[in-house]
């Protein structure tokens, strides 16, 4: 059974599109909690878009599974996450006009800073996960910095068009899984996953845990929170009936 890690960076982005206090993402993390979510994730992102920081220490106080914050490698963000000390860090890369995260890390070109950032936070006693596209010379250098877990990133496989494009997105991911198991990393994987296509995905063998945000705050709109955590959780378990 995979673990569940509920992003809930858009219960922010809603609330702030007009400025105001609801829907509180404090709120959402101990609905998804109660419902079933593994973990809790947040991306505290540079231009501060969605979460802030006063989302991020009461996130910190309430959660209590894994508060797995995601972020960048910029120094100032890293000074706030050891002050923070979440029980897991997710370093992405940050594009300031993406509308979302559009790759992994970079860890072949940014070696020296990634390790710098992996290894301040590793000494603030946060365990630390690289988001990396599934790709065998991202998994080495990974490992080769001491990396505890990666993420990899699904959002290729998410975004095919084609069956065909699908099915060779999925052997990628299939081969990275295999591959950074065997390095000695734990494998979570992670966006653009949804209810019509995280069955495969949850069906990897060597992946531990699922980071899934934009879907189930879509489908919260519809049936609330607490329904739409539990029917992915079913997913995430393998129970198709969501
Ligand atoms: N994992 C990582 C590292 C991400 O950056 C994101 C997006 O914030 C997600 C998972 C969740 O992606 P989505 O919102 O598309 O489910």
Redesign the pocket.
Known sequence: MKRLGV?I??IATIRNIRGGVEPEPALAALIAQQAGADSI?A?LREDRRHINERDVNILKDVVKVKFNL?MSIAPEIVKIACKLKPGQA?L?PEKRREI??EGGLDVVKHKRRISKALSRLSKAGIEVSL?IDPEKIQIKEAADIGAGIV?LHTGRYAEAKKDSAREKELLNLIFAAESAKKSGLRVCA????NYFNVGPVAGIKEVEEL?????IVCRASIVGFEEAVKSMKRLCKGIYDA
Do not use: A, M, Q, R
């Open positions: 992003n960076d858009h994730v991306h995601e997710t992405v979302t995260t988001f993420e992670g966006h653009g996953l980071n899934i945000g934009y879907s």
